[in-house]
Nanobody, 111 residues
Framework: QVQLVESGGGLVQPGGSLRLSCAASGVTFNIYPMGWYRQAPGKQREFVATVTSSSSTNYADSVKGRFTFSRDNAKNTMYLQMNSLKPEDTDVYYC?????WGQGTQVTVSS
């Protein structure tokens, strides 16, 4: 059974930082595409950062230079370091490995 568990969301002031984590189990972590996505109420889910099976990383233009994807294959865990956060980054963030999704973690950027 595949399980993806996200953590690290919360409330942060504009300009602040958060690091999201996604721990995977039941899936061979480092051979599949994976990434982070986000979704606001009433809007489509959009990609934030994705990594191909050949480890090529892509970032959405809106987060380039501020967000960084990383992973620890030994721990079956991926991360999203988010710096210089803006109110428009407020969303529910989801991790994905191949066709599996996590449950989402809320990120709120507000003063």
């Amino acid at each position: 059974q595949v399980q993806l568990v996200e953590s690290g969301g919360g409330l942060v002031q504009p300009g602040g930082s958060l690091r999201l984590s996604c721990a995977a189990s039941g899936v061979t972590f480092n051979i599949y595409p994976m990434g982070w996505y986000r979704q606001a109420p009433g809007k489509q889910r959009e990609f934030v950062a994705t990594v191909t099976s050949s480890s090529s990383t892509n970032y959405a233009d809106s987060v380039k230079g501020r967000f960084t994807f990383s992973r620890d294959n030994a721990k079956n865990t991926m991360y999203l370091q988010m710096n210089s956060l803006k109110p428009e980054d407020t969303d529910v963030y989801y991790c994905r490995v191949w066709m599996y999704w996590g449950q989402g973690t809320q990120v709120t950027v507000s003063s």
